[in-house]
């Protein structure tokens, strides 16, 4: 049994083959780093421009490397949510088609099932229950995921997401866009304790985030001159990772989940990575993250959410084309997949 898997939600084309024995056999990944740079964020009208020219021929880069046709495909699995709607569009419309002109079902994935799937595509041993910590630039959430389709929404950022906070804050620092990586790098060369942020909600009970307080203290910081780049951007880095990691390790109390995956592009961090494993060692819970490449969207966290859907009996009907903007995560239910269009 082998899926393709499509992820358009943003600015990543991502295309990807995923089989049911031997894992992933192939992917592509195009970013579009370069092209929204200039702006200094994602432009969603060049965003889906550029699925459009990216997308096919990355799924023909893919089968070449498959060394298989789309015949030889059981189904083709996209994202449909959530995401920037045109872009979405893309990448679900290509999805439909290839699906009808080769005669296999399509399936509508969502996109945080995706990320919070990902570890499985390293790492087989991880099964449900577990908890998520799904950090990126658009989410920061705490999850209770009992089964496939079946998640409890425990806490979230109140305000800004994690990524997005660190997005921003590197802009107060002149870091340019994307701001995050280049924020990492600079506060590893930022003296230890030359200035402490605060932890944002960690003196109140519940497990809910909130960030956009640090960009202020941060500004304020900037604005005194006292503190050079690098230690403000290690003040903020460790004040974002101590409040995640505090926060999971109250979410792993409160669940009784015997296992932490954590995903979504600030995954990838590697002061948070050391955090949270020191956390699950002293809490005596096995820690599971995607690898730094699938941290980031990617086809094949879709392909592999696809794959496990398909298993599981859940196809979409008929030939809507399903894509919508917004969509907790909590109201997925696995026969959804059957039940229709979405939006």
């Not at 699925?51 to 490397?65: Q, S």
């Not at 804050?169 to 790098?185: C, D, E, I, V, W």
């Not at 690898?291 to 809507?320: S, W």
């Amino acid at each position: 049994m082998r899926v393709l898997g499509i992820e358009t939600s943003c600015d990543e084309t991502g295309v990807a083959i995923v089989d049911a024995e031997a894992g992933l056999i192939a992917h592509r990944l195009h970013s579009q780093v370069d092209l929204h740079a200039v702006y200094g964020g994602v432009v969603p009208e060049l965003a889906s421009r550029d699925h459009v020219r990216r997308i096919l021929p990355l799924l023909r880069e893919v089968l070449d490397e498959a060394e298989m046709e789309g015949t030889e495909l059981s189904a083709v699995a996209y994202t449909a949510g959530p995401g920037l709607l045109g872009a979405l569009l893309t990448g679900a419309s290509v999805a439909r088609s290839l699906a009808y002109g080769w005669g296999i079902p399509a399936l509508a994935v969502h996109h945080l099932e995706g990320h919070l799937l990902a570890p499985l595509l390293d790492d087989a041993s991880l099964s449900f229950p577990f908890l998520v910590l799904l950090v990126s630039g658009g989410h920061t959430q705490l999850i209770h995921a009992r089964g496939l389709g079946d998640y409890e929404l425990l806490g979230e950022s109140i305000d800004d997401a994690a990524g997005e906070a660190f997005d921003k804050t590197a802009k107060l620092l002149g870091l340019g866009y994307p701001g995050g990586p280049a924020l990492s790098r600079l506060a590893e060369t930022g003296d230890a304790g030359g200035l402490r942020l605060p932890r944002p909600m960690l003196d109140r009970p519940g497990l809910d985030m909130s960030f956009s307080g640090l960009k202020t203290a941060v500004l304020t910081a900037v604005q005194k001159g006292s503190h050079a780049p690098a230690a403000i951007a290690r003040a903020f880095e460790e004040a974002v990772s101590d409040t995640l990691v505090e926060k999971t390790r109250r979410a792993l109390e409160a669940s009784g989940a015997p296992a932490l995956v954590v995903a979504g592009g600030v995954a990838a961090n590697r002061r948070l990575r050391a955090g949270l494993n020191a956390m699950g060692a002293a809490q005596g819970v096995p820690v599971f993250f995607p690898r730094p490449a699938f941290c980031t969207d990617n086809g094949a966290m879709i392909a592999l959410a696809g794959l496990r859907r398909l298993q599981a009996g859940a196809v979409d009907e008929g030939l809507a084309i399903r894509a919508r903007a917004r969509w907790p995560l909590a109201e997925l239910r696995l026969e959804e997949a059957a039940a229709g269009p979405i939006g």
